[in-house]
């Protein structure tokens, strides 16, 4: 069972990628679900995110200040412009304009940790980060969304804030009281959280697909490529604000990758809260779980590559 659950969690890009294929070959499969489904697999997500986490992984934030708040000003800077400057530069329409700003508006994501791992880069400055711009998000991404997306749909700041608290701040709180309340359950348990957590991530982007299936063959390869660039320009600027500054290597690559690496389940489950007039809105965050997984796995494959020479 173990080894079955490391090659899921080993393989998530192509599991991720296959959903969404056969989403898109047969939606009428995943129609029927309620797309509410969506915010409990995220909080699932987020619960076993808490479980591996412990309060020893934020003494980064107190012992390396500097670092975290680099990493989390790039994160809600370059993310949020890069997605409404190519919002406009390739004139999305509005749902998908605004499925893509709430892409880079979100916090880094959730298997960001695991590629930076395996790109040899800085774990303590990423999980630092993806604590920390998690935290933020209540706050960050409804004003931000508000800021580059309000003025041409009506965004819901108060409605958003509570909505991250009710689903990413609460299963992660929740798990953390359950590893210390339950520390060796929870051990044994780690072993398969990231494999239910990339099946997860995997319904989610499978729902969301089948649901908007029609429009998505209509109008999809455009957006396929925006999200793309968004992704791979914040992967780069990411390392080039790490080389400005002069960080070491790790620590280029740690923020290359949480800043390039979007947690775009919640902007799927956002889109789906808080802009059902907008149905395309959820594509963006669903193209984006598909494409950041296999990016992730090349950048790390570069990176840990470029070690060893």
């Known amino acids: 069972m173990k080894k079955l659950c490391h090659y899921i969690s080993e393989y998530m890009g192509v599991l991720v990628l296959a ?18 489904v969506i915010n409990y697999l995220l909080g699932v ?26 990493g989390c ?4 800077t370059i993310m949020p412009l890069l997605a409404w400057g190519l919002a406009k530069a390739f004139q999305l329409d509005e749902a998908l304009a ?41 706050v960050m991404t409804p004003l931000l969304t508000w800021a580059l997306a309000g003025k041409s749909v009506n965004v819901d700041v108060v409605g958003m804030l509570l909505s991250i608290l009710w689903v990413v ?6 798990g953390l009281i359950v590893k210390w309340l339950w520390p060796k359950f ?32 209509v109008g999809g390869l455009i957006i396929v490529v925006v ?10 600027l990411g390392y080039l604000i790490g080389w400005l500054l002069g960080l070491a290597r790790p620590k280029k690559r740690a923020i290359s990758i949480e800043v390039g690496m979007q947690n775009s389940g919640l902007a799927s489950s956002l889109a789906t809260l808080h802009f059902a007039a907008y149905p395309m809105a959820t594509i963006p965050g669903a193209i984006f779980s598909v ?19």
């Not at 298997?111 to 630092?128: F, Q, R, W």
């Not at 995997?202 to 029609?214: D, E, P, R």
């Open 19 to 36: 959903a969404a294929l056969l989403a898109l070959a047969f939606p009428s499969v995943l129609q029927q679900v309620p797309t509410t």
């Open 45 to 70: 997500v987020m619960f076993g995110m808490g479980l591996t986490l412990n309060l020893q992984d934020f003494k980064i934030v107190f012992s390396r200040p500097k670092d975290v708040l680099i």
């Open 73 to 76: 000003l790039a994160q809600f």
């Open 98 to 138: 605004l499925g893509v700003v709430l892409v880079g508006c979100c916090p880094g994501g959730t298997a960001s940790n695991v590629i930076t791992y395996l790109a040899k880069g800085d774990l303590a400055l990423s999980v630092g980060m993806t604590g920390v711009s998690t935290l933020l998000a209540p």
């Open 169 to 174: 701040i609460l299963p992660i709180v929740v």
């Open 186 to 217: 929870t051990e044994k348990a780690t072993d398969y959280l990231p494999a239910f957590s990339s099946i997860a991530i995997a319904l989610i982007v499978a729902i969301i697909i089948a649901v908007n299936a029609s429009k998505l063959m």
């Open 227 to 236: 999200v793309m660039l968004h992704n791979l320009c914040g992967l780069t």
């Open 291 to 309: 494409w950041h997984n296999i990016s992730g796995a090349m950048i790390a494959w570069l990176y840990a590559r470029a070690n060893n020479k």
